[in-house]
């Protein structure tokens, strides 16, 4: 929990919701994740696949703060716009 400040969108709301056990990328290297220069969707569609555990129930949700201002600001540094 200790990031789940740090998960938000541009509506400065706390997006972190779930997490799933960690992974393994060893199991993408036939397909050159690492420097693959075509898209790699078989990552994606894997995390977004596997069994993921929430963090909150739903009350709890509805009753986040919105992100701090500073934390918003900082999360923005060196983004393009």
Request: hydrophobic residues 40%; contains cysteine.
């Amino acid at each position: 929990m200790s990031y789940f400040e740090h998960y938000f969108n541009l509506r400065k709301e706390k997006t972190l919701r779930n997490y799933s056990r960690p992974v393994n990328l060893k199991r993408f290297d036939s397909i050159h994740w690492m420097t693959a220069e075509k898209d790699i969707w078989e990552v994606p569609e894997y995390l977004c696949g596997i069994r993921h555990t929430p963090l909150l129930a739903a009350p709890l949700v509805a009753r986040l703060g919105r992100v701090d201002e500073r934390l918003f600001a900082a999360g923005l540094l060196g983004r393009r716009t």
